[in-house]
């Protein structure tokens, strides 16, 4: 699903799509993309990098943000806000009464489901609809099941 026509081409064929924008290959590619930027040399990421822009990875951005890298937070905020603005066409279209984030991606960006419950009134226009609480829940399969790592993407299918 496109989210912004003129973001970056996706490996999908369209430009701007979630992925893209918000992945964990997009997170470091924004990442390095702010570092590149003049005054950005003090970030955490650059010492975590030594310096080397190519080495800046997910975990480059999860580790400076734990560390409270300014940085660091300003990425994964952009891509809350990217991601809010996805959240607000899922809901618009399906009504769900469940949102799940799921993977390391979802533990790196729980940190924004506040922002992103927040800003969602404005990117949804459905009424009445209420977010649930956030739960930190294992998944499961059909019978109360706790999947494992590798039973997730299987289960997936
Ligand atoms: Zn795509």
Excluded at 63 to 85: H, I, N, P, Q
Aim: hydrophobic share 40%; with cysteine; aromatic share 6%.
């Amino acid at each position: 699903m496109t989210i912004d026509y003129r973001g970056p081409q996706c490996g999908c064929g369209k430009s701007g799509c979630i992925e893209v924008l918000c992945s964990g290959p997009a997170i470091a590619r924004r990442a390095r993309g702010r570092l590149a930027e003049p005054g950005c040399k003090d970030s955490i990421m650059m010492t975590l990098s030594g310096g080397n822009l190519e080495r800046v990875q997910t975990e480059t951005v999860a580790e400076a943000f734990r560390r409270g890298d300014s940085l660091a937070a300003e990425v994964l905020k952009a891509t809350a806000d990217f991601l809010t603005v996805w959240l607000g066409n899922v809901i618009d279209l399906l009504e769900p009464d469940v949102i799940i984030f799921g993977g390391g991606i979802a533990e790196l960006m729980s940190a924004y489901f506040g922002h992103i419950r927040e800003e969602l009134s404005h990117w949804s226009i459905s009424l009445g609809f209420a977010l649930p609480k956030e739960k930190e829940q294992p998944l499961m399969d059909k019978s109360g099941q706790v999947l494992q790592d590798e039973e997730h993407e299987a289960a997936a299918l």
